[in-house]
């Protein structure tokens, strides 16, 4: 793929833009008022989602959601994102039981009873409903990038990962569905159901699927366990 | 802060909605191809940018950015990330002095002397010219969350903090503004010129201003040191 040519498989909605051009060929970079506000909304709009409709999403609007986050930053372009869709009823019920036996282990650090009984009336995710399960490996075997970017922080493959997972995200809100990240997980063991190799290491199992609530606070602190604080910043002038 | 209502420090271009009313308040939560076709742009749009313009960053612009961030997903709702915005001038020098140290050493992984003076002669970072200096550190101490969602991948609270990042970046391209990563640093030597706490962890240095150039391909790809490949997705159907 030469120079400012566009990945054969980007599909989106974008393909044909506004103003009737195809962006697979070099393009202007013109962002306007209307990227900002929309891209405002997103961020506002996105939540963990956990209570999900059953209803199916089609397969190529999952496949332009994956194609467009396959553009997201990677150290040295190294993309070392590996995608696992998980179809099978035998690998999701196995999955669904790494996280109810975690999410049991976890609700015991909390030794006051309110606050384990608080824990434990979270639904804190949506095995039980969402339509798409997609679990995202970083890939620690690639030398794509030749190794570029992280000799000194060898975590910015998983970071690049995490970069996907975030790309998806808004992308799967701009298309009215919602995501669940679930991190209650024995992530060696769910790696070992997912079939992968050895060193495909899990940064995040997705459920994906059309919300049946529509929130613009956090499912947190709507329930009382945590509100937003403040953000930290500091100022180094000296 | 009760339900559905806004942080109080988010002022941003959507703040007044398109059809007129003040998403502070509950608000509909409506994608329109606006938003898909809008973030796809930023997406294609967005590039890790090493040559920047000295034209320095309007102050509130900094602020809507940081603003916009702080809403990423963090796990629990732990928001564990903390900025540190670096305008002193000896910071900046001995961080650009560890930046250099380690590029110099990653250098010497390639021992192919054509493949060393490639990586030699790629630009990997704007400090030259860039006039925001942000640093991005994941605090391992914050009780914000408690625990929840993150006893079985401690890693979730640094993962959260890339997300932060991923949406500082096409927060900042949709103002017109680039990024760079550099990921090319010791983080604990890098984490101590920055006079943080100890359990505050490195986890990007960003630089940010207006670019140069605007390119849909990613600068290695154009210089020839890592094209993009074909995205790797399998299917786990039984």
Redesign the interface.
């Known amino acids: ?1 030469g ?5 054969a ?1 980007c599909h ?3 393909d044909v ?2 103003d009737g051009h195809n ?1 697979k060929v ?4 013109r ?16 939540r ?1 989602v956990r209570r999900f409709k059953t209803d199916a999403v089609p397969e190529t609007t999952i496949d332009q959601l ?8 990677s ?5 070392p ?8 009823a ?2 999701r019920a196995a999955i669904r039981k790494n996280f109810e036996t ?1 999410n049991a ?2 609700s015991n ?2 030794t006051d009873p309110q ?1 384990r009984s608080d ?1 434990l009336a ?1 639904k ?1 995710a949506g095995f039980d409903a969402a339509p798409e399960h997609i679990a995202i490996l970083s ?1 620690h075997d690639s030398d ?10 060898p ?2 493959l ?2 690049s990962c ?2 996907f ?3 998806l ?3 799967a ?4 569905l919602g995501m669940g ?1 679930v ?5 060696n063991a769910a790696k070992s159901l ?3 190799p050895e060193n495909w290491h899990l ?2 199992y997705l459920l994906i699927g059309y919300a049946q609530e ?5 499912e ?3 329930h009382g ?14």
Chains 1, 2 share one sequence.
């Open positions: 793929m120079p400012g040519q566009w990945p498989d989106w909605p974008g833009t506004r962006p070099n393009d202007p970079i962002p306007t008022e209307s990227h900002a506000e929309c891209f405002a909304d997103l961020v506002r709009w996105r963990d994956l194609a467009l986050a396959d553009l997201s930053p150290v040295g372009n190294s993309q994102w590996r995608v696992v869709r998980v179809k099978s035998d690998a975690a282990a976890a650090i909390y606050q824990y979270l804190l890939d794509q990038g030749q190794g570029l970017g992280r000799q000194t922080m975590e910015m998983d970071y995490v970069s997972v975030t790309t995200w808004y992308a809100r701009a298309q009215g990240w991190s209650i997980l024995d992530p997912l079939s992968v940064i995040a529509h929130h613009l606070d956090p947190l602190e709507r366990w945590q509100p937003r604080t403040p953000r930290t910043t500091r100022t180094l002038d000296r």
